[in-house]
């Protein structure tokens, strides 16, 4: 009766560690789980011979066992091992590939083992595991020899144990479950197992990719410097940013900690037109991220003394700034747009009369009109005349969009020159 109390208290005790197993915020990768619903899952039939003692020395190890699927367990089929052999361990094998990233490593499994004679001392089931080089990692007799206890049969039960510290740093393992037999007589020896699983159990997460962004002032002058930036994060630690303008490298950044930035800064264009640009980030894993592919416009710009000496600001009646002489506008067709201009020369050695024109316009039939406190000579051009002391002069560009205006981008470029 003590004996059975003993093995009642293992049973709730198996019945307690695989509850927990359900346990919320207990997160698993499962490794392997083995039904043997489509067969054997992978495992094979193993033997192997053990040295008798000097009790039997002259027994030569035979092999009589035999492995099959059988309709024994409470989620049938399991697998049986069955026969009769001498000095010999036989049951089932399977190696197991193992992931690096890993937390607590369980293996767990049904069981039966039983043999023919009520008054039995052979009745036994043990695991061993080794790693891919056939060193023992663990190993254990789950249900021993019962001298004497007169258990012959020990109805199925459930084996778990977290083997963690017996497989780190292994890529790999060879699980063996099986009896052993040392009998001469035939004591109908066999054992089932049934529902083989092995957990990963809290793994730590995943070293993510990282993430990168790249964006760029818009529009971009001809003549003038720009800049290209990327920004990019990682959950473990970045490496190095590259930014690409036009599929070629235009720069590396070495990078560390989890956010990090690289400001590329291009040599100016000297012609317009339409360029592509990326950046390609590389966290401590090797692991890398490409932005999307982005765009950027290059402009033609005004011409004349300001871009040497000077400055020139447009801005529109709504307040909108623009600091450039070119911008695109969106508009509808038969609208008036009117900009603001301010020059400013102040630092420059000019003569009384300075011409500004329109360099670059939409098509011909759109009218424009200066106004300002100068000499109005024609619709496309404006003389200024500075006076002493004063090298500032603002005016009003209007223009009409003619209705019916084809859909599209138009751009304005003013310049100026010398009078006289």
């Known amino acids: 009766m003590k004996i059975i109390s003993c093995f009642r208290l293992a049973q709730a005790i198996s019945a307690l560690a695989l509850a927990m197993s359900f346990v919320p915020g207990v997160y698993a990768d499962t ?34 066992y035999s492995m099959s699927l059988s309709n024994d367990g409470s989620s049938p089929p399991s697998v049986l091992l069955s026969g009769d052999g001498w000095v010999s361990y036989n049951g ?19 069981w039966r083992a039983s043999s023919g004679f009520a008054g039995s001392t052979v009745t036994n089931s043990n695991i061993k595991i080794l790693d891919t080089s056939g060193n023992i990692l663990y190993s254990e007799p789950v249900f021993p020899a019962c001298y004497g206890c007169g258990t012959y049969d020990t109805g199925w039960r459930h084996y778990s144990r977290d083997i963690t510290q017996y497989v780190s740093g292994k890529d790999g393992i060879l699980v063996k479950i099986y009896m052993h037999d040392a009998w001469i007589a035939n004591w109908g020896e066999r054992s089932w197992y049934d529902n083989i699983l092995i957990e990963n159990r809290n793994p730590p997460a995943a070293d993510l990719p990282p993430t990168v962004s790249v964006g760029a002032e818009q529009p971009i002058l001809v003549g003038s410097p720009f800049t290209v930036t990327a920004n990019a994060t990682d959950d473990k630690g970045l490496s190095k940013i590259e930014v690409f ?37 590389t966290d401590n894993m090797g692991q890398n991220s490409t932005s999307i592919i982005k765009q950027f416009t290059v402009e033609l710009s005004g011409e004349g003394w300001w871009n040497s000496c000077g400055e020139t600001k447009l801005k529109q009646k709504d307040s909108m ?20 201009i301010t020059l400013n020369a102040a630092s420059c050695d000019l003569p009384a009369r300075v011409e500004v024109y329109l360099k670059k316009r939409p098509p011909a039939d759109w009218e424009f009109d200066f106004d300002c406190q ?17 090298r500032i002069a603002k005016m009003t560009l209007a223009f009409k969009v003619p209705t019916g205006s084809s859909p599209g981008a138009y751009q304005i470029s003013l310049s100026a020159r010398k009078v006289g």
């Not at 495992?43 to 002259?58: A, I």
């Not at 695109?328 to 603001?340: A, L």
């Not at 000499?375 to 004063?390: N, Y």
């Open 92 to 110: 089932m094998q399977k190696t197991i590939n193992l992931p690096e990233a890993r937390g607590e490593i369980i293996i767990s499994y049904d």
């Open 374 to 390: 100068c000499v109005k000579t024609s619709k496309k051009s404006v003389l200024i005349d500075f006076t002493p002391g004063s």
């Open 31 to 64: 490794i392997i789980e083995n039904r043997f619903n489509g067969g054997y899952d992978g495992w094979s039939y193993y033997y192997e011979s053990f040295e008798p003692g000097w009790w039997y020395p002259w027994w030569p190890s035979t092999n009589g």
């Open 245 to 281: 303008i036009d599929n070629t490298t235009s720069k590396t950044c070495a990078a560390s900690g989890l956010l990090a930035t690289c400001d590329a800064n291009a040599d100016p264009y000297e012609t317009n037109g339409t360029h592509s640009y990326y950046a390609v980030a």
């Open 321 to 340: 700034d623009i600091e450039t002489t070119s911008k695109k506008i969106t508009t509808k067709s038969g609208s008036t747009i009117e900009f603001e």
